[in-house]
């Protein structure tokens, strides 16, 4: 065997692997569009269906939320994978709350639904 039948091998080895480095990045990026595509667009302002609550959503992660008896909090979100998230509050002289829990999305009706199914609220889309 010589130089050149071992260079014609080596670059073979290396399609190979350059072939199933770029499948994986295939496999990633569909895996990324899938997931995307499951996740609710829960950007912008919402009213809780009978009552006075608001909470608005921003694109960078963090939210304002005021309860029925006016009391103002913000925080920020994860949508961690399709339907859960996780919300982390932030209170005046208390430390960081987190709260965990399932939203979905029917048209213009967003419901959130604690970890534990006890609270169930449903907010519509402000306009």
């Given at each position: 065997m010589n130089r050149c039948d071992l260079?014609?091998?080596?670059?073979?080895?290396?399609?190979?692997?350059?072939?199933?480095?770029?499948s994986v990045f295939i496999?990633?990026?569909?895996f990324f569009i899938l997931a995307c595509a499951n996740t609710p667009d829960i950007i912008g302002k919402w009213k809780e269906i009978g009552k006075t609550a608001t909470l608005e959503f921003w694109k960078d992660g963090t939210f304002n939320a005021v309860d029925n008896q006016k009391m103002a909090v913000k925080g920020k979100y994860i949508l961690i994978e399709p339907g859960n998230v996780k919300f982390e509050i932030f209170r005046q002289d208390s430390p960081p709350e987190i709260v965990n829990g399932t939203v979905s999305l029917q048209g213009d009706v967003l419901?959130?639904?604690?970890?534990?199914?006890k609270e169930i609220e449903r907010y519509k889309r402000e306009k």
């Open positions: 260079d014609i091998r080596m670059f073979g080895n290396m399609k190979k692997d350059e072939f199933k480095l770029c496999i990633l990026a569909l419901t959130f639904t604690s970890s534990d199914g």
